[in-house]
């Protein structure tokens, strides 16, 4: 079957650098991708992988590995506007999105 | 600036009433667009794939004559909740693709319904 699972919720601290971790399994793989949604709006696109490695951006970086069916977000330097949920989708062999539950980034002063 | 826009950004309603809301795509002819509804706490669930010109394809379990989704032109998609019910109380979020790539889209700010 198809499955994204990640971590429903995680805390950290401002300033400082936090890592949401993603596994799927989808049938076939087109490539990984990473949301922001803050309470009450939409989700906005953050990174894609489609390649094994890292993809920086900023203060957020990507990682996927194909191999492991794997991926991870990080968020470096903190910030309490980071405060949001970080969803992660998986494009199958039709390039449907496979939704993950989302993970809900509690950061504290 | 936004690209897919959603009209209106939040309604309350009466139960048994029908309430439409409408989706535009700002900056691009979008032969496909998506619906989404997410319950509070909840991730994104896809309700139905809307198709310009032809029906709209529905996911498992959502049912096509309550949710009714009209795809009449390239930039403008529509879905009418029909006869609704407080448990029909939602988010619904519509997107878009990007370039005929189903998987990259563009999401709306969404619509917040609240059924009394």
């Known amino acids: 079957g198809q499955n994204i699972d990640q971590p429903t919720e995680m805390t950290a601290t401002e300033g400082a650098i936090v890592q949401i971790n993603c596994t799927y399994q989808t049938s076939g793989f087109n490539g990984l991708f990473w949301y922001q949604q803050h309470a009450g709006e939409a989700p906005t696109f953050l990174s894609y992988n489609v390649l094994d490695g890292l993809e920086e951006k900023g203060r957020f970086s990507s990682f996927l590995s194909r191999s492991k069916g794997y991926s991870y977000l990080l968020l470096k330097e903190l910030q309490m506007k980071d405060s949001a949920s970080y969803l992660c989708?998986?494009?199958?062999?039709?390039?449907?999105?496979?939704w993950g539950a989302g993970t809900k980034l509690i950061i504290k002063p | 600036g936004a690209v897919v826009s959603q009209h209106p950004s939040w309604v309350i309603c009466k139960s048994g009433t029908s309430v439409k809301i409408e989706c535009r795509s700002l900056d691009f002819q979008a032969t496909t667009m998506f619906w989404y509804r997410q319950f509070p706490k909840q991730s994104l669930m896809l309700m139905a794939t809307?198709?310009?010109?032809?029906?709209?394809?529905?996911e498992q379990g959502v049912e096509k004559d309550k949710f009714l989704i009209n795809h009449a032109s390239l930039t403008l998609s529509t879905l009418t909740v029909t006869s609704a019910h407080p448990e029909d109380s939602s988010f619904y979020i519509c997107s878009r693709e990007t370039s005929g790539r189903t998987d990259t889209q563009y999401f709306g700010p969404g619509t917040r319904l609240t059924v009394l």
């Open positions: 809307s198709n310009e010109g032809s029906k709209a394809t529905y």
């Open positions: 989708a998986s494009s199958d062999s039709n390039y449907q999105l496979i």
